[in-house]
């Protein structure tokens, strides 16, 4: 094994040992020495990666986004029309967030310690989610099934569509009502898509 694939190993059961803490107990109540313990290593092993638990924290967090954003662009891509990638997009990411709630709640209620490393976490997300939604919007147009908007419109609405998201999880998750995401998330798509008008 060569010793960048040795690296990787090791970064790799850093992050998947400190997701557990940081899952069972929290950002601020798990030590480096916690997450050396648990990977069986030394704590000079993790300095070596990581400067402290905060980058440690950053990168599991990135690894779990990349994750889902790998499983909703999957789904989004077996879909034929942009309606049925919108569709696909808000059950698939429902489904992810119900994975990594625990982890979603850690970040939600204790990173806001951490201003610089919310505020980087989030940027990357925020981005990554929006050009999702302004491919499927853009498909939608090029298919005939949206109005031809231009490209600034496409932007504006992604920005709209993502924090119309955002939102409802946001506010679900906190009252901890997560099993009410999907219901939601499907009158969210059904009224961007339809209006609330009667015809």
Do not use: W
Not at 30 to 44: L, P, Q, R
Not at 65 to 92: C, G, H, P, W, Y
Not at 99 to 107: G, I, S
């Amino acid at each position: 094994m060569t010793t960048l694939a040795k690296d990787e190993v090791i970064k790799s059961d850093i992050l998947d040992e400190a997701a557990k803490l940081f899952r069972h107990y929290g950002l601020q109540k798990t030590t480096m020495e916690d997450i050396a313990k648990a990977v069986g290593k030394g704590k000079s092993t993790l300095y070596y990666y990581y400067k402290n638990k905060e980058e440690i924290f950053d990168a599991v967090i990135r690894k779990e986004k990349n994750m889902m954003f790998r499983n909703i662009q999957d789904a989004v891509s077996r879909e034929e029309s942009a309606v049925k990638k919108l569709e696909a997009f808000t059950r698939s990411k429902m489904r992810e967030i119900r994975r990594m709630t625990t982890l979603y709640q850690v970040v939600a209620s204790e990173i806001k310690a951490c201003n610089e490393l919310e505020v980087s976490i989030r940027r990357n997300y925020d981005c990554t989610e929006t050009e999702i939604l302004k491919s499927i919007l853009h498909y939608g147009v090029i298919t005939g099934e949206f109005p031809n908007y231009d490209q600034q419109e496409l932007e504006t609405l992604a920005f709209l569509l993502a924090n119309a998201q955002r939102g409802v999880e946001t506010a679900l998750i906190m009252d901890q009502k997560l099993e009410e995401i999907g219901e939601m998330m499907d009158v969210l798509v059904t009224v961007l898509m339809n209006g609330i008008k009667k015809s």
